[in-house]
């Protein structure tokens, strides 16, 4: 049955917010009415709609399954294609149900993956707003990457969000090339890294939750000669001075807040003039997107710079 919910979406092209709010809807109709379905029977009375396609209906599925996000303003309901779809659609479950049962709960779950995925597959946006400070822009990306973590669990986000800011950062004050990127699954331990940026004898570590391990490299910097630097969340902040201080290392790490850590060089970068924050801006998403493409395989990890 998965296999070919997985041909028909593929075939289909199921995965758009229009087509993924019929098959929700369409499936309730299946648990409440069984199968086979009618299709002429999910049209409204004038015919021009699919029946109880809207908003509401499509949110309290999401709602089921603990996602919050909308997935349409409309649920679908004035997509042109939407009722070719439930055609289609109730074509492909009637002829699963002609073969056997069909388990409506593992085609429920199918589609609520397909949401998830809907979701992640979207850019990150930062929106440059004059009224605005530009840690706001940073701080408003970083959670936009902990709500998209929450709703897809064991995707971390924030943490690849946070290293590549900081790397795209570094390489806009200092240009490109002074240091190598890596993924942000590839982890200092695997590859013998002394941080996720060396810079001359400065070991940079970026972390949404920093512990005793980042702590542990740390020290192993301050023993090869080199001096390490943490960057973290304003949570994290409080963490990481308490772990050096509980370490002895108090005095011997710098940590800094991410916010503070770009925005002060984005000030620094565009001259502390409105046209050049504007510009500092644009080129230090550019260059992290530039990144998400050299090293990242999921490109929902971008941003888009809106002005």
């Given at each position: 049955?998965?296999?070919?919910?997985?041909?028909?979406?593929?075939?289909?092209?199921?995965?758009?917010?229009?087509?993924?709010?019929?098959?929700?809807?369409?499936?309730?109709?299946?648990?409440?009415?069984?199968?086979?379905?009618?299709?002429?029977?999910?049209?409204?009375?004038?015919?021009?709609?699919?029946?109880?396609?809207?908003?509401?209906?499509?949110?309290?599925?999401?709602?089921?399954?603990?996602?919050?996000?909308v997935l349409a303003a409309e649920g679908g309901?004035?997509?042109?294609?939407?009722?070719?779809?439930?055609?289609?659609?109730?074509?492909?479950?009637?002829?699963?149900?002609?073969?056997?049962?069909?388990?409506?709960?593992?085609?429920?779950?199918?589609?609520?993956?397909?949401?998830?995925?809907?979701?992640?597959?979207?850019?990150?946006?930062?929106?440059?707003?004059?009224?605005?400070?530009?840690?706001?822009?940073?701080?408003?990306?970083?959670?936009?990457?902990?709500?998209?973590?929450?709703?897809?669990?064991?995707?971390?986000?924030?943490?690849?969000?946070?290293?590549?800011?900081?790397?795209?950062?570094?390489?806009?004050?200092?240009?490109?090339?002074?240091?190598?990127?890596?993924?942000?699954?590839?982890?200092?331990?695997?590859?013998?890294?002394?941080?996720?940026?060396?810079?001359?004898?400065?070991?940079?570590?970026?972390?949404?939750?920093?512990?005793?391990?980042?702590?542990?490299?740390?020290?192993?910097?301050?023993?090869?000669?080199?001096?390490?630097?943490?960057?973290?969340?304003?949570?994290?902040?409080?963490?990481?001075?308490?772990?050096?201080?509980?370490?002895?290392?108090?005095?011997?790490?710098?940590?800094?807040?991410?916010?503070?850590?770009?925005?002060?060089?984005?000030?620094?970068?565009?001259?502390?003039?409105?046209?050049?924050?504007?510009?500092?801006?644009?080129?230090?998403?550019?260059?992290?997107?530039?990144?998400?493409?050299?090293?990242?395989?999921?490109?929902?990890?971008?941003?888009?710079?809106?002005?």
């Amino acid at each position: 049955m998965l296999t070919a919910l997985r041909d028909f979406n593929k075939d289909r092209k199921f995965n758009r917010k229009g087509p993924l709010c019929v098959a929700l809807v369409v499936t309730q109709h299946a648990r409440k009415m069984g199968l086979p379905l009618d299709p002429d029977k999910l049209l409204t009375d004038a015919g021009g709609q699919v029946l109880g396609l809207g908003k509401g209906a499509v949110q309290a599925v999401l709602n089921r399954h603990g996602i919050t996000r909308v997935l349409a303003a409309e649920g679908g309901r004035t997509s042109r294609g939407s009722i070719s779809n439930m055609r289609e659609y109730v074509a492909f479950l009637n002829g699963q149900a002609a073969s056997g049962a069909v388990d409506l709960d593992a085609v429920e779950a199918f589609w609520i993956e397909r949401v998830h995925e809907f979701f992640s597959a979207k850019p990150f946006k930062i929106r440059l707003d004059a009224s605005r400070s530009l840690r706001t822009l940073v701080r408003d990306v970083i959670a936009q990457a902990e709500e998209r973590q929450r709703n897809t669990p064991g995707m971390q986000y924030a943490g690849a969000v946070l290293q590549h800011l900081v790397g795209a950062k570094l390489d806009c004050a200092l240009g490109a090339g002074n240091f190598e990127h890596n993924s942000f699954s590839t982890s200092d331990a695997q590859s013998g890294r002394n941080g996720d940026f060396f810079i001359g004898d400065v070991a940079i570590h970026v972390t949404t939750a920093p512990g005793e391990a980042v702590i542990g490299r740390c020290r192993d910097n301050i023993d090869n000669g080199h001096r390490p630097i943490i960057v973290t969340t304003a949570r994290g902040l409080t963490v990481a001075e308490g772990l050096a201080e509980n370490a002895g290392l108090g005095e011997r790490i710098d940590v800094f807040e991410v916010e503070q850590f770009v925005a002060l060089n984005l000030y620094e970068l565009g001259k502390f003039a409105a046209e050049g924050r504007r510009v500092a801006v644009g080129d230090v998403v550019t260059r992290y997107n530039e990144i998400v493409e050299e090293v990242e395989t999921d490109p929902s990890l971008k941003i888009e710079f809106r002005q």
